[in-house]
């Protein structure tokens, strides 16, 4: 098969640990005889240097004629000037917003391997197999903002607003993932004080019960889960929500694992290529440094192949390849604890010889 990804290597160590998803993509297309075009190009702090612009039209334009995209990070201190023209993650927005990918799954999961990294107990995380369904382009963070004069100095709102359709969109893909998985099923919200959550408990519910009846299904308030997911995270198989509370949830559950630096993330919408990435940030303290854990983007590169070829032998083979690794012994700094860890380059080196090997 012939496939044109693009990469977006952005700030920090962005750059790093794409070069280690390429190296995978390559191995790939040696190991089960495929073409892969693949292309550069910028977005985040790096776009804005160079000119002004965190999604320049040129990336966007590459970015639609792809198959899928791989990215790195964007933002950094650098960028940071909160009166600043625009910043970094502005650009991860609007490509989110132009390529109308609305939901952002997020798999996180324990490795046996590395359970004792976790800042909870063994017996609490171990098993833990989640897979978080954030809806992306809806929300407060799309909604009406500013800022006005107040008798005290300032007044400042953000409007939270979804609509029927963005609701059954997000919650029908869960719902499809669900069904793949183990049956499971829980929509999260705040409906006890937010009217949005009302519409979202209402719509959800008409969606399941007419289209998805042979799940298992349960609705949890924000709070309430946010305990749950460090006490019993392992009740969970699919969760949905709205993006506010996605994006908070979905943090929160990535130190169950031990370490941001094993878990990629998908955004995908109807049709066009998806967006792929690590959910860890640029870490620009330890750019440039050659420590930067790269099997969040590995596993990042695995999802690609899955949600945007439907090349599940493939991403199996990387999955694969990341868990001989793991049980092999070799670990990054991120995941070594007092032991001794390799470099960026060296994990991206045994993951591809474990994957040609197969």
């Known amino acids: 098969m012939h496939a044109k990804f693009v990469l977006l290597p952005g700030d920090g160590i962005g750059p790093e640990i794409v070069t280690q998803g390429r190296r995978i993509l390559e191995g790939i297309a040696s190991r089960f005889g495929h073409t892969f075009e693949m292309s550069e190009h910028m977005i985040g702090g790096c776009a804005i240097d160079a000119c002004g612009d965190p999604l320049p039209e040129s990336t966007l334009a590459a970015c639609r004629a792809s198959h899928a995209v791989l990215l790195g990070a964007v933002g950094g201190p650098k960028w940071d000037d909160p009166k600043a023209k625009t910043r970094p993650e502005a650009g991860l927005l609007k490509i989110r917003k132009e390529l109308g990918l609305f939901a952002n799954l997020r798999p996180t999961k324990t490795w046996d391997e590395l359970v004792d990294a976790s800042p909870l107990r063994r017996d609490i995380v171990s098993g833990t197999d989640i897979l978080f369904v954030r809806e992306l382009t809806g929300g407060i963070y799309f909604g009406e903002s500013g800022r006005k004069p107040h008798a005290s100095?300032?007044?400042?709102?953000?409007v939270m607003t979804y609509t029927t359709g963005e609701i059954e969109r997000v919650v029908r893909l869960a719902a499809e993932a669900a069904r793949r998985r183990r049956g499971k099923l829980t929509m999260v919200d705040k409906a006890n004080v937010l009217e949005a959550s009302r519409l979202w408990r209402q719509v959800s519910e008409k969606v399941v019960k007419t289209e998805f009846p042979d799940l298992q299904y349960n609705v949890v308030l924000v709070d309430a889960m946010a305990m749950h997911l460090i006490s019993k995270p392992r009740d969970f198989d699919v969760v949905v929500t709205e993006n506010l509370f996605g994006d908070i949830l979905t943090d929160e559950a990535s130190m169950l694992p031990g370490s941001l630096g094993l878990l990629p993330s998908a955004s995908i919408g109807s049709s066009g290529p998806g967006l792929f990435e690590p959910i860890h940030g640029s870490a620009p303290d330890i750019a440039g440094k050659n420590i930067a854990n790269p099997l969040a983007t590995i596993l990042?590169?695995?999802?690609m192949l899955r949600y945007s070829l439907n090349m599940n032998a493939e991403a199996d083979a990387i999955e694969t390849a990341v868990n001989?690794?793991?049980?092999?012994?070799?670990?990054?700094k991120d995941i070594a604890g007092n032991g001794p860890s390799i470099s960026t380059t060296e994990m991206g080196d045994k993951v591809l010889d474990a994957l040609l090997k197969g």
Not at 153 to 158: R, V, Y
Not at 300 to 303: Q, S
Not at 324 to 332: D, S
């Open 153 to 158: 100095g300032e007044e400042a709102w953000n």
């Open 300 to 303: 990042a590169v695995a999802m």
């Open 324 to 332: 001989n690794v793991l049980k092999a012994g070799a670990r990054t």
